[in-house]
């Protein structure tokens, strides 16, 4: 008999517990059901095919800025993938207060820093110091492709001010006739071709600048000399 009362405790009590956890289960399903989880958007993970895409003036140098310290927030660093058509150059300047450093990912870029004129191949990288003066060219047939980094943040500002392919018709209708006006090195049609022999350093030439660039050199002397 005493047997028979403890089987019959025990199975009570197992009864109860099964009944109790089944209960604790069908409600944490029907707060799920009412309150669906939301997925967290992140800034600190950016696809390349997600990121903003803005080009040059004359077309000849796209560029998406990887880290955005308009977006991850207060930053002391910035990353930016640029895309140099041949022709695409940047002209003698300096930053006052950022270090640069580039990384080439594919073609050859050719890069001045002071003094020293050095070609750029894949898997290398440049160290720019801040104040120092520095311009690129792409002198070759190649598309060539390479990161940008500043730190601390703040020379990526100027991207921003670059058109967004998309933008309304008229901005694209001045876009087109201002380039109709600078004489072009390259057609967006022209295929890429692998391989090309590197340049020798100290043969590098340059394409003639047009009347606007030569305006501003002129002006950027003349800035130059009255800070001096």
């Known amino acids: 008999m005493n047997n028979i009362n ?10 109860l517990v099964v009944s109790v956890a089944s209960v604790a289960l069908g409600a944490q399903k029907g707060d799920s059901k009412k309150k669906p989880k939301e ?17 040059s003036p004359d077309k000849r140098i796209g560029a998406k800025i990887m880290v955005d ?53 894949p898997n290398s990288s440049v160290y720019i ?20 980094f500043y730190a601390p943040a703040a020379p990526e500002e100027e991207y921003r001010k670059w058109e967004k ?13 201002a380039a109709s006006k600078v004489e072009r090195i390259v057609a967006p049609s022209m295929p890429t071709v692998p391989g090309s022999p ?8 340059k394409p003639e600048p047009s009347e606007i660039e030569k305006l501003r050199e002129r002006l950027r002397k003349s800035l130059e000399a009255a800070k001096d």
Request: aromatic share 12%.
């Open 165 to 177: 392919p998309g933008d309304s018709s008229a901005k694209q209708a001045t876009a087109e006739q």
């Open 69 to 121: 310290p308009a977006k991850v927030g207060p930053s002391i660093s910035s990353m930016i993938h640029l895309t140099y058509l041949p022709g695409a150059q940047v002209t003698s300047h300096r930053h006052a207060y950022s270090s640069e450093i580039l990384y080439v990912l594919s073609g050859f870029l050719t890069v001045k820093i002071g003094d020293e004129l050095q070609v750029v191949g």
């Open 198 to 205: 590197r340049i020798k350093i100290g043969e590098v030439v």
């Open 6 to 15: 403890f089987d019959y405790k025990r199975i009570l009590f197992i009864v």
């Open 129 to 148: 110091p801040s104040g120092t003066f520095h311009e690129y060219l792409n002198d070759s047939v190649d598309v060539v492709k390479f990161l940008q």
């Open 39 to 55: 997925s967290v958007q992140s800034n600190y993970f950016v696809k390349f095919d997600e990121a903003e895409y803005r080009t």
